[in-house]
């Protein structure tokens, strides 16, 4: 343990301000989320705060080496320690930390400089059991690496990185799937790189989050989230990181995702919520809101942004100004026949790159479990716009109808230059389609030929 006598030193200088001139410029355009409602100035400030204090220490000063050792105890006193005395930034530079699950506290941010490295233990031991939010659920499980909860204020800031060890958990995944194909996500137990809960004003600048066990980033019930040039990286192959979504949005409000790299080996933005029969009226579910995804480029992901599965309700969605260099689904819609959801009020624009699909709309019955209802609501997705974007795909339309689970409604689709194999687009499977300048170029070859559509009950997955 850190003694409480020794002194901390104090590295001041170490913080930077960044102070973007967006804010002014883009406010004057008086921009709107697609309901109508104006987006707050909050979404232009882009501004990387200094700590009012100054306070800033490294754990090297704490008797803590940067030399790989596991250091969970060390590492976790000295941020307790920053909190009862007033608050401060632990910066990480000069090595490796290695270490299990931390839990931040008030007033402490955390700023990884770029020869820092913090670096999660591949034993799960070292993440004590705790109740925590998980594929749409309140259970037992294993807490993330850096876990945030109940704070406000809290930032992760600098270009250095925060390592999940994830090999050893990735192998062990597919070893067991191997051994048994319907083992879920959660029974190979994994941590998550970060997870923030019941948080507010949290900021993720300029940081790299690579090899996540399980999901790299998740954030709950949180208000007010900005990810600002961060990467979020884990391979496809050779041994592909499962289920290694870069964020998982789940029940938030106002989130801005800006000039962030991505490239998973699952869905990259994912919008959640909470899944199961009743999950709309649980409250511990609840709906994502006001969220802005822009100015980003994406390397491989099975989608770009997906909704679902496990969400109940997402509304006023925008994303925009858009690179995509491969993957399997650019804008994936998911819809569980088990979970009343609604989707709605969504923009699109300024798009460019390639993916096996454009547009996904399928029904997702991975893990279905409809616990005895019988009188199931119709999922709805309304409001929905495509529009300024240039693609190539295997599959422009991969829409399907399915009126007995949800009904779709109000899409708009407009100057869209499309390059694919399969180019027809059903109307039928959508009330009020609206279509105007898309313009389509038919090509022969099918690029992706293992590309995700949908999934079974049996977990099978489907493609195209």
């Known amino acids: 343990m850190v003694q409480s006598a020794f002194k901390l030193r104090n590295y001041s200088t170490c913080r930077k301000v960044t102070t973007m001139s967006e804010q002014n410029i883009r406010n004057e355009y008086n921009e709107f989320f697609p309901d109508g409602t104006p987006i707050d100035p909050w979404f232009y400030d882009l501004t990387v705060p200094v700590e009012e204090s100054g306070r800033c220490f490294k754990p090297q000063d704490c008797g803590i080496p940067a030399d790989g050792t596991l250091q969970t105890e060390k590492l976790q006193a000295m941020i307790d320690r920053l909190s009862e005395e007033g608050g401060g930034t632990l910066v990480i530079s000069g090595g490796t930390f290695m270490t299990g699950a931390l839990y ?54 600098g270009e250095g990185a925060i390592d999940g060890s994830g090999m050893r958990f990735w192998k062990q995944f597919w070893l067991r799937r191997a051994w048994n194909p319907k083992c879920t996500n959660k029974d190979e137990q994994r941590p998550r790189l970060l997870y923030a809960a019941h948080s507010t004003n949290l900021l993720f600048a300029g940081v790299t989050f690579r090899n996540s066990a399980f999901w790299t980033t998740h954030i709950y019930k949180c208000r007010f989230v900005k990810y600002i040039g961060c990467s979020m990286l884990s391979p496809h192959e050779p041994v592909g990181g499962p289920s290694t979504d870069a964020i998982d949005i ?215």
């Open 104 to 157: 931040m506290k008030q007033g402490v941010s955390l700023r990884i400089e770029a020869d820092g490295v913090i670096k999660g233990s591949d034993d799960i031991q070292d993440y004590p059991l705790c109740e925590t939010r998980i594929e749409g659920e309140t259970c037992l499980y294993f807490p993330a690496l850096i876990n945030v909860i109940g704070l406000d204020g809290f930032s992760i800031t």
């Open 250 to 464: 789940d029940a938030c409000s106002d989130v801005l995702v800006k000039n962030c790299y991505m490239a998973v080996n699952d869905d990259a933005v994912a919008l959640k919520g909470g899944k199961g029969p009743w999950a709309d009226t649980a409250p511990e579910n609840g709906p994502n809101e006001r969220i802005i995804l822009e100015d980003c480029e994406y390397g491989f992901c099975h989608g770009c942004l997906t909704f679902g599965s496990e969400n109940v309700h997402s509304s006023n969605i925008i994303m925009r100004n858009i690179k995509v260099s491969t993957g399997y689904n650019f804008l994936w819609l998911k819809l569980r026949p088990d979970t009343p959801q609604c989707y709605e009020h969504v923009l699109v624009e300024n798009i460019t790159g390639r993916a096996a699909n454009f547009l996904n709309i399928n029904p997702w019955a991975q893990f279905y479990d409809a616990k005895g209802r019988t009188d199931f609501p119709i999922s709805r997705c309304d409001d929905i716009t495509i529009r300024g974007c240039a693609f190539e795909c295997d599959t422009y339309f991969n829409v399907k109808a399915d009126e007995e689970h949800y009904h779709l409604s109000n899409f708009k689709l407009e100057d869209l230059d499309i390059k694919a194999v399969f180019t027809d687009c059903d109307r039928t499977a959508v009330e009020n389609l609206e279509i105007n300048a898309v313009r389509i170029v038919k090509k022969d070859t099918i690029d992706y030929p293992d590309s995700v559509t949908t999934m079974d009950a049996e977990n099978s997955v489907i493609g195209k």
